[in-house]
C-alpha cells in the first residue's frame, strides 16, 4: 500500500521508517539540528552543482524523517524548470507553488496532503517561462513568510547551482543550505565553483551529503528495500 504513495523508490525513509537508509537521514535531521541550537532552521534547500546529483531524493526523505519525528513540514518544489517532487509522491501537479505566485491560487487550495500527517507538499505547478523572476518575487517572499507561520519547517527542492540562477534565489529564503555532492559523479573544481557562488550571494552552508549514486548501489538498495 505504502509503495503506491511513491514514485522510483526514492523516499526510503517513507517506504521504510525502520530501515538502515532511513537512518542515515534521521541522522541527517538530527545534525542540521545540532547545527542550529540557538535559532532553530524553519527553512532549507538542498542543492548541487550540477543536475543528478540526488537533491530531490536527499530534501525529500529529510522532509519526512522531520515529519515522522511529529514536526509540520512543508516541501515545496522551487524546481521550476524540471520538476519532479510530485512524481515522488505520486501525486498530480495540474496546480502548484507558479499558481500561488500567478496570484491564480491561495496556497491552502493547493498545499496537497501526503501519507505521513505532518508532511505537506507543495508541487511546482505549471512550469513558466520565467522561473527565477517568480522565485526572486516579493510574491514569493511573503508566501514562505506565511507558511512560516503554519509549519514548523519549510524544505525547498531546486535545480542545480551551475545551471541557473534559481538555487543562489532560494537560498536568500533559506536559513540553511545543504551542499548534495555525487562524488563520483561531479568534478571537484565545479563543487569548489558551488561552494563559492553560494558564499558569494551570503548562504549558509551547513553540511554537505556525500552521496554515491551508481547502478549496481542502486539497485542493491531497491533490491533490499522491496
Ligand atoms: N543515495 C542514492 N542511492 C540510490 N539512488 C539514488 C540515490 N540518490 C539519488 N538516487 C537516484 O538517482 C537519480 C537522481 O536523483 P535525484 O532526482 O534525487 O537527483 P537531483 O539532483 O534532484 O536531479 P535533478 O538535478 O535532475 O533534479 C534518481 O533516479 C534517484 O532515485
Ligand atoms: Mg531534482
Known sequence: MLRQSTNKGNVIS???PSSPISEVYKTLRTNVQFSSIDTPFKTIMATSAIKGEGKTTTVSNLAVAYAQEGKKVILIDCDLRSPSIHQVFSQSNHAGLTNILANQNQWQEVVRDTTIDTLSLLTSGP??????????????????????QHYDMIFFDVPPVLAVTDSLVVSALSDGVILVV???KVDKELVRKTKASLEHVNARLIGVVLNRINRSERKAALQYYD
Do not use: H
Open 14 to 16: 517513507l517506504l521504510n
Open 127 to 148: 512550469i513558466p517561462p520565467n522561473p527565477a523572476e517568480l522565485l526572486a518575487s516579493r510574491r514569493m517572499q511573503s508566501l514562505i513568510e506565511e507558511l512560516k
Open 182 to 184: 555525487n562524488a563520483g
